[in-house]
């Protein structure tokens, strides 16, 4: 189950037509210590999955925690000259939320944050999945 939720999301984009975008199979880091993302612009990194519990409810006897499964992708773009299809992209990947195979979820999240190193603006969308248990 660890990886699972990496492998539905790197299948959900692979099914995808993202023009002039490639989705990469392997993880976002590199031995030299620059992440691969600053290497290959329009590529698409999909890290590991991380896992987190939070207590939502709790009473003497018993904890209602929230499961929070999230997984973070990455991709960089020239940023003086944006793709013109970056918007449509962007919200095509968000859409990875809704992956139906992805089940027992009570919240779906998607959020993206944008990062400017040099000429380069990084994209990175963290996906969470949360649980109840």
Same mark, same amino acid.
């Given at each position: ?34 992440? $691969?993302?600053?290497?290959? $612009? ?8 991380? $896992? ?36 449509? $992209?962007?919200?095509? +990947? ?7 195979? +992805? ?31």
């Amino acid at each position: 189950e660890k990886s699972k939720m990496r492998t539905e999301i790197l299948d959900y984009l692979k099914s995808q037509q993202f023009a002039n975008f490639n989705v990469s199979d392997e993880l976002p880091y590199s031995t030299s210590g620059i992440p $691969l993302y600053m290497k290959n $612009l329009k590529r698409i990194y999909v890290d590991l999955e991380q $896992l987190s519990n939070e207590p939502v409810i709790q009473s003497f006897d018993s904890t209602i925690d929230a499961e929070i499964h999230s997984v973070r992708l990455y991709f960089t773009t020239d940023a003086k000259q944006l793709p013109t299809n970056y918007e449509t $992209l962007v919200a095509a +990947i968000r859409q990875a939320r809704d992956i139906d195979t +992805i089940s027992g979820v009570t919240q779906r999240q998607s959020d993206v944050t944008r990062t400017f190193e040099s000429d380069a603006m990084v994209t990175e969308i963290e996906f969470r999945f949360t649980k109840l248990i």
